[in-house]
Structure formats: C-alpha cells, structure tokens
C-alpha cells in the first residue's frame, strides 16, 4: 500500500485507498474509482475482507470499502482509526450488512450495487456514468441491457488488469470488433458447458421448494438461470468444488438468509458462502 516519495528514503501512508470485489461490480467499482479519482484500489475475496481493512488502516489515511462489509469484531478499530483523524466509509448492498448502517461511516443500500454506490461517492463523473449503469444491471440481475451480460463476460476473457485498465482508459461501452469476436467465441463455450451441467444437475425439494443442486466451477450465473428456466426450479445452490464455495440464487426463498446462516451472504436473489471446513453433504 505504500508508495516511496521521491527524493526521500522513507515511505508515506497512501491518502485514500479503495477496497473492493474481485467480480464484476467490483472491478466496475474500480473503474470508477480510477477515473473519478485516480487513486490506488486493491480487489480483495470475500474471507479476506477483514484481513485486508485491518491492513490498510495502518496503511492509508483513508480506507473505502465496497461492495463488501465488515465484522462487527472490527468496529474498534475503524472507530480508533476515525478517533486518530483518520477516514473510514463503508458501501454496501447486502442484507448482511444492514445491522452495520447504524455507523455514520456505513452506508448500506439494497437497491444499489457497489459499483453505484461508489459513482455517487466520487462525485458521479460523467463519463462513467452509463458504464456504472451496466454493471448495476448485471449485480442486481435486472438484465435489462445485453451489454452488461457482454461487459461480465469480457471480464472473464481479459482478466481484472486488462479490464480495469480497458475501461478506465476509455470508459465508453462500445466494443472494439476484437472483443466482440472474442464474446462470440466464449458464448459458444459456455453454452456447451450449461448444455452438459443441465445433464448433471439433481433436483430435490426443500421446504416446499424445488431446487437444483449441481457442481460447476464457471459461469455460475448463467447457468442457474439456466437451471430454474429449463427445469422449473425456485432456487439453486452451485457447489465449486475447487474453491469450496456454494452459490445460492433464488426466486421465491431468500437465499441471503441460507447464506448468512453458513457464514456467508447476498442479496435475496443471489448469496454465497464457503463450504471450506464444512459438512459438505
């Protein structure tokens, strides 16, 4: 987090330091954030949040967190950090963090995406104002733009450097012919990949509520819409082996609720939690 300043031989604390996700409201998060003020960010997983704010409390002047919240066990010392002159603002959308927005440094909004929240903390910069607009689309599963499905894709292809660095240089969401070509190719991928885990999705009944349980490790998303259109479900959990994580989507269960009871959370339509060090079955 420290930068050396020229001409001097010891570090200085950075002024202000965002902390956000790594998906795609996160890196849209960063975007706006580099072109609405030109600061450094660092995109952190979701069992990291804590370790991370911790860190750049001793580090930077001002910590911004988005899209993410912190534990109630931290609240000391964002409380220490502001009693010492320092800043701390917290942007969230998820129900697990609603409990927080009693703090004058948190904000918690539902019905906003991190990345949104974050437009408007900046000062709500023109230029990325369509940008900030797609990507709350895609968060909050409104889909009401193709262009935002296109723009969580490309994140997948060019990886968080390249697509930060894309569009904060040019924020525009108009894609080159290269990127288009490049989504064309990838849909067709992950259509294969939806067709074949369609095949090996189980269907139980919950509480009344069918689900679809199946093992994926890409394109999550997708294939849980997929799963609830082509069979009929209200709601799915998509286990990743690999990362020994669950993701919950839902349209007549709150799924937020399923995940803040294993440690994790969301929103009502889409949460997650880890399954690391836990009965699986």
């Excluded at 009401?144 to 040019?170: C, N």
Aim: net charge negative; with cysteine.
């Amino acid at each position: 987090y420290r930068h050396r300043h020229p001409g001097v031989g010891h570090t200085v604390a950075i002024k202000r330091l965002l902390l956000t996700h790594t998906d795609l409201d996160g890196a849209g998060g960063a975007v706006v954030w580099s072109v609405g003020t030109g600061e450094p960010y660092r995109l952190i997983e979701n069992g990291e949040v804590d370790a991370a704010v911790a860190a750049a409390l001793k580090d930077a002047q001002v910590v911004v967190l988005a899209d993410h919240s912190i534990s109630w066990d931290l609240v000391p010392a964002v409380e220490a950090h502001i009693a010492a002159g320092g800043g701390f603002t917290m942007l969230d959308h998820h129900k697990s963090a609603i409990g927080l927005a009693t703090h004058p440094w948190a904000t918690v909004d539902l019905a906003r995406s991190g990345a949104g929240l974050l437009y408007d903390f900046v000062g709500r910069p023109p230029a990325v104002a369509d940008f900030a607009a797609l990507v709350e689309d895609h968060d909050l599963w409104r889909h009401s733009d193709p262009r935002s499905a296109q723009l969580a894709a490309l994140l997948g292809l060019l990886g968080h450097d390249r697509f930060i660095e894309r569009f904060t240089r040019d924020p525009q969401v108009e894609f080159t012919a290269g990127e288009l070509l490049l989504m064309e190719v990838e849909n067709r991928r992950r259509e294969d990949y939806i067709e074949r885990k369609l095949t090996q999705a189980e269907v139980v009944e919950r509480g009344g509520r069918r689900w679809a349980i199946c093992f994926a490790e890409q394109y999550q998303s997708d294939l849980a819409e997929a799963l609830m259109e082509r069979l009929g479900v209200g709601a799915t959990a998509i286990v990743n082996a690999s990362k020994a994580t669950v993701s919950l989507r839902g349209r007549d269960v709150d799924v937020s609720l399923i995940g803040r009871r294993f440690g994790g959370g969301g929103h009502a339509r889409a949460a997650a939690f880890s399954a690391a060090g836990k009965d699986l079955e």
